[in-house]
């Protein structure tokens, strides 16, 4: 591995500014943006002034200190690739149905058409093709199946983001949408809402685990729990204290010597731990859900096939696309931060935040794989024969969803995260990439109705897709066929109208 600042002990001065010149001259669009959300992240309480300050002691501590050192063991490839390491695997749905029938053809008419072929879209083909006698889905998707935000995460099975940052983040929200209601009263929702939320993530992670092991799915599924470092400790111990009285337990905390035994992460405080967090393959899940569905005779795929707009025609939806159009009862958006590309409605309301991530081979031979490890703004992980990092958490506009433009600056920091709470070691970046999640104003999910008849959508699932998407399919699925199951995903608490008319929006009662 070549590394032009190397020198004995540590880069010089002219090294050292070398690096500097570089990071400055390779700074893109984004990176303003991106500095912009890391500052009210990392400085939440502080004004303007106080933030830039502080933000710019900062940038000059990286551009000349931590990322100069971290750089001295750590290369990039001649070519990095924009192909995320999940991708890297072979696609046992690839191009299909075209790849074994180049001449084949959308039909005309079908029960239900699934837009995406993520998660979601996978997980209610899935579900669907359960159900024999239940007619036709037909799942469209405009590239390939898991080629969004489901084939360039991070790879964890997250249990959902725990009770109280669930209460915090609704409370925030509702201070500005309901006004009408004293505080007490909005704290009292608030929990209504997290004790829901939670309540279908636990299932949702439980009926995962059941898929997997029933149909012996090969996605390297392993739940060894979720170690996240750099909290305050007595917030800590709130949040779980929380949770637990409210009966959601799987979010605890973890010493310091247990983190480095357990990820080898090397933290200077407790970490919250969610202990039911699994790893897993997140592309070959995507796929091994279409492959069984596809086994099934009610479902159909149709890849690089793109919807173009759904048009309410009364009894119908015609759902036009960029090979003909065809008719469809019922219609799910499974498309999550791309949405507001298909529904004006949702502009401004389901938005794409943009996260990234990069692959090194090599890499600190302490971080332990299957486990989830997060510190700071950066999450890491080992996969195969390197490891996995990544961050930012920058809002782009809605007809940016599932861009692919990652910044090399925040690469460039988070090698040198990697250093810091791993140790220094030798890598070398072969892989760089990024995509968008879909974020509510209320980073809580929607999952049913958005036009009061007979089209679904499931998203705004604020970067914790894999914690709503299973249980959510199963849900619309079950509400479409009319069947009887547990009701997980109520109106009052998930109904698109919460962001999209709050005015209307059959709030529960908390008045009695
Ligand atoms: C870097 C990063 C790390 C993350 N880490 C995690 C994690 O560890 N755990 C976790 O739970 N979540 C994580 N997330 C979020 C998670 O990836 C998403 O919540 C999840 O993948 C959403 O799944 P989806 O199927 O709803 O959407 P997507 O996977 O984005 O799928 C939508 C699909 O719709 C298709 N599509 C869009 N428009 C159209 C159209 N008009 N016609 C046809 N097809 C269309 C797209 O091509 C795409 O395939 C992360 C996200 C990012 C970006």
Not at 11 to 21: S, W
Not at 247 to 274: Q, V, W
Not at 434 to 459: H, M, N
């Amino acid at each position: 591995m070549t590394n032009p600042h190397k020198t004995g002990g540590g880069p010089g001065i002219l090294g050292r500014v070398g690096v500097a010149i570089g990071l400055l001259a390779g700074l893109r669009g984004h990176d303003f943006a991106a500095a912009l959300s890391f500052m009210s992240r990392v400085f939440p309480n502080d004004g303007q002034a106080t933030r830039m300050a502080k933000f710019a002691r900062w940038a000059l501590d990286q551009m000349f200190s931590v990322i100069p050192d971290a750089l001295m063991t750590a290369a990039f490839a001649g070519r990095v690739s924009r192909t995320s390491i999940w991708l890297s695997s072979d696609n046992p749905v690839a191009n299909v149905p075209w790849a074994n029938e180049p001449g084949a053809e959308l039909p005309r008419e079908v029960e239900v058409v699934a837009v995406g072929a993520g998660f979601t879209g996978a997980a209610c083909a899935y579900h669907w093709s359960k159900r024999s006698g239940a007619g036709r889905m037909v799942v469209l998707e405009m590239n390939e199946a898991s080629s969004g935000a489901s084939g360039r995460n991070e790879g964890l099975v997250v249990m959902g983001r725990f009770y109280a940052m669930v209460r915090g983040t609704v409370e925030q929200s509702l201070a500005r949408v309901r006004r009408d209601l004293s505080p007490e009263r909005r704290a009292e929702l608030a929990s209504m809402f997290a004790a829901a939320y939670s309540k279908s993530a636990y299932r949702n992670s439980d009926l995962i685990e059941k898929a997997i092991r029933e149909e012996g799915f090969d996605c390297g599924y392993v739940r060894a729990g979720w170690i996240q470092g750099g909290g305050d400790a007595a917030d800590l111990a709130e949040d779980v204290r929380l949770g637990r009285e409210a009966g959601f337990d799987d979010y605890t905390t973890m010493g310091p010597g247990e983190a480095e035994d357990l990820g080898g992460i090397r933290l200077s405080g407790d970490a919250g731990f969610s202990r039911q967090t699994a790893s897993w393959h997140p592309a070959r899940w995507v796929w091994c859900l279409l492959r069984a569905a596809l086994a099934s005779d009610n479902v159909d795929l149709f890849t690089h096939t793109k919807v173009l707009g759904v048009k309410d025609m009364g009894e119908y939806y015609a759902v036009l696309t960029d090979r003909g159009a065809l008719r469809a009862r019922y219609v799910i958006n499974a498309t999550e931060s791309y949405t507001a590309m298909l529904h004006p409605d949702l502009r401004g309301v389901l938005k794409p935040l943009q996260t990234q991530a990069a692959f090194a081979e090599g890499g600190p031979a302490a971080m332990k794989s299957d486990v989830g490890l997060s510190a700071g703004v950066a999450f890491f992980g080992r996969v195969d024969e390197g490891v996995l990092f990544g961050s930012d958490g920058t809002f782009v506009p809605y007809d940016h969803a599932g861009r692919n433009r990652p910044s090399r600056f925040i690469t460039k920091f988070l090698i040198g995260e990697v250093h810091r709470y791993f140790g220094q070691s030798e890598m070398k970046v072969t892989r760089e990439w990024s995509c968008t999640a879909g974020f509510t104003d209320d980073e809580f999910p929607i999952v049913g109705l958005i036009d009061g008849k007979r089209q679904y959508v499931i998203g705004g699932m604020c970067g914790s897709g894999s914690s709503v998407h299973f249980n959510g399919a199963r849900h619309v699925v079950q509400r479409i066929l009319g069947l009887d199951g547990p009701d997980d995903y109520p109106e009052e608490f998930f109904a698109p109208s919460r962001v999209m008319d709050p005015e209307n929006h059959p709030w529960p009662r908390v008045d009695g």
